[in-house]
């Protein structure tokens, strides 16, 4: 396996190399990580990864190229690794907001560039990666859609879409995060102590999402399964969408995106 240099390894870019090494795709050898001051890469140098604080020598001779850093500090970055960037090398940018035109703009329009924007449970190895490119050949997508799902699962979608992506996966997380604690805080309500119905609360929605990622089924199928006439559960479901449920959820992640595109204007 080819070089891979990350860029910038703070929780996103050190996640995805664990993973990758994890998954046997790469060794922590042949994987080089980077940040402003070695000092900060000690654990991961003990590791086995190689660690550098130039960019630009890191970068060379590496397969992949996976720029891991804010937004605000792409451009900087880029400006130091454009003049040692081959046209072979593939770039992948995971900075929210960055076009795979931004990219080339710096880098060159020469350059193989490919978007990738995972969650925070990247941390974990359940990140959902929406990947997508400007015209990078189908080739190079699946070679970076094996990068990412090292660390979960991956869609592959239109680059005009990745801030839709932001909003439905990244800020996606926190949506999901306060409906699992409105459970709890409902468990508390009905009797039980708060601890108990966090745990209770955090399973039963892990059980719901594993359910349809197993069985490939429709979310309404399973509902289906679980209510009865005159029961409690359809009881339960009529009262949270007469209170708008469905709607508020809908409405917010409309609204999320509708701030991401205005953050990007």
Known sequence: MSKLTIIGSGNIGFSLAKG????????????????????????????????????AEAIQGAEIIVLAVLPQQIKKV??????????DQIIVSVASGVSCQDVKEVLGQDKTVVRAMPNTAIAIGQSMTC?????????????????????????????????????????????????IRAASQGGVEIGFHAHDAL??????????????LQTH???????????????????????????????????GIKLSAK??????Q
Request: with cysteine.
């Open 78 to 87: 880029m400006e130091e690794i454009a003049p040692v960037v081959q046209r």
């Open 259 to 264: 701030k991401s595109w205005r953050s990007l």
């Open 217 to 251: 089924s429709h979310p309404e199928s399973e509902i289906d399964k679980v209510t009865s006439p005159k029961g409690c559960t359809i009881a339960g479901l009529n009262e949270m969408e007469h209170n708008g449920l469905s709607s508020a959820f809908i409405k």
């Open 131 to 179: 990947i997508a490119t400007d015209n990078a050949d189908a080739e190079v997508v699946k070679k970076v859609e094996k990068l990412f799902e090292a660390v979960g699962s991956v869609v592959v979608i239109n680059e005009d879409l990745m801030t839709s992506a932001t909003a439905l996966c990244a800020c996606g997380i926190a949506f999901f995060l306060r409906a």
């Open 20 to 55: 990758l090494v994890k998954s046997n795709i790469y060794q922590a050898g042949d994987i080089v990580l980077t940040r402003r001051t070695l000092a900060s890469l000690e654990e991961e140098a003990k590791q086995g990864f190689g660690v550098s604080a130039n960019n």
């Open 199 to 212: 745990k209770m609360a955090i399973q039963t929605a892990k059980g719901a999402a594993d359910l349809l």
